[in-house]
């Protein structure tokens, strides 16, 4: 394995290989869509989008931009479904998915609409790995992005997390063309992607402009060249970002009005509603889980050890190895390598801490560091070690595979060896309980015969939309039930809701998110009251 031998690893062939990849992946992620219900999240984005879609407003939610909103309400709409205004965007999302088979129908559709973005994400991961290290690399890039069990489960999710991690990657790559030659073409490009970035999601606000600054002072060859280059860019620079308001101005209907908190007329005003939502939000923080402990306000540690337990550790030793041997053979990963230090570090400063999806982003960037650095390797391994070199290198690969395929279809609460299938001890939310069992939840109900059940879901909202489900009683935060408890641990780990579980042990388990017991009268636990004021 001295070289690459060219008439293997052609362009063509790497491609038609990726594209089989993706298909793989895309199948996967397909098949879970019956399997999982709805997650909190979810109707609100449905309902939404298809406001927007069917009315051209946002009334309800205005805290995403509307692109991955829209695809995921198209193919709803298509099948028949309108919005009903309610004045919530939850509720109007619920409207739309309704009851049984219908429900799963609409819930398909709507998550469909999000497979685009997926492969989107999967383009820029090759044609940037490609750039990079070549046509292999950029086919072993799309290998290990395609098979990241967070990957496939937010792809398969009626958010806007795989909008931010196709178009971030998209703007770090357009850039990086842009800076070589600032034409025209390359130009409109990257307005474009930029201002559909800011349509996919508004941390793409921070997080592009932040990692072009980091891929360019990757680059930085001393002040007369910067001067020269502001010569050359500057002009095609104010063209791209008036290209980018255009676009986004385009995505939210050419509307013009006055925005929320202000009384000035604005073009697209519901963008700075959004802009002003986000910002409060991270201002008032948001109740979050991690290691054990419960937090109102993010932590600096919450991001590196949500991405420690939740990539597969193949990936991690792939992404350790060939930061290192980037680092001694000189290889080109500075720009990778940046794109991903800024988005953690910009997510590592938040107040906002609600999982592993908030820097989906960055997997782009390691799936293309780890595929220039497994293709030097494979390219320059030679004699008695080439050998081994493959060996070791497949065995990640195969673990990498095996530790997704064993989680199929739970790839939303996927935690790697490292947690030792205590995922609950690590992280909660949408690292683990999004409320996507409720029909496993409802599933074991009716299996063991229960008419009624004790419990605060977290996904309350599956109770006004979904299958069919046995009466429910709230849990008490003192108090288990005479009979059928069940206990989200989404819930409990985050809100300490019921607090009467304490250190005790689940009778059943209900895939990895739930907890279930089952008390005759009389043996019911409970934990003393503190002042009547609930520890809660």
Partial sequence: MNAEPAEIFTLRRCALLGVVLVLIAALRIVSTYTVLSHTVDEPIHLGAGMEFLDHGTMTGDVSHPPMARVLAATG????GERWTPTGNSTTEGLAVLGHDAHYDRMLSLARLGILPLFLLACAMVF??????????????ATFLFTTIPPVLAHAGQVTTDMAATAFTAAGAYAALLWAERPDGRRTVALGVAAGLGMLAKYSLLVFLPGVWVAMYLCHWRGMRAATGQLRVHWRPAVVAAAVACLVIWAGFRFSFGPPGFAHVRLPAPRFFDGLAD????????????????????????????????????????????????????????AAPLAYCAVILAIAMSSRINLGVRHVLPVYAGLAVIAGVGV?????????????????????????????????????????????????????????????QDMHRVGDFLKKVGATEVAFTPYNVTYLQAGHAFPKVTLSDWYHASPGWNV?????????????????????????????????????????????GSGAH
């Fill in 127 to 140: 044609l940037w790995g490609n750039r990079t290290g070549g046509p292999l690399a950029g086919l072993i």
């Fill in 487 to 531: 206990v989200s641990l989404g819930g409990w780990k985050v809100y300490n809701h019921p607090g009467w579980v304490g250190t005790r042990q689940p009778q059943f388990r209900i895939g990895r998110t739930h907890w279930a017991w089952y008390f005759k009268a009389g043996e019911e636990p409970s934990v003393a009251r503190q002042g």
């Fill in 278 to 333: 986000v910002w409060k939000h991270n201002a008032d923080g948001h109740a979050s889980y991690i290691l054990g402990r419960r937090h109102h306000f993010g932590v600096w540690y919450f991001f590196p050890v949500t991405l420690a337990v939740k990539t597969p550790l193949g990936m991690l030793l792939l992404v350790g190895w060939s930061i290192w041997a980037g680092w001694r053979k000189r290889l080109r990963m």
């Fill in 375 to 435: 293709t030097m390797l494979l390219r320059h391994s030679a004699g008695r070690w080439a050998l081994q070199c493959a060996t070791v290198l497949f065995a990640l690969f195969g673990w990498q595979v095996i530790s997704g395929a064993l989680a199929h279809p739970d790839y939303l609460s996927y935690t790697n060896e490292i947690t030792g299938g205590r995922a609950e001890r690590f992280v909660s939310e949408s690292d683990l309980d999004w409320g």
């Fill in 76 to 79: 709803p709409y298509l099948a």
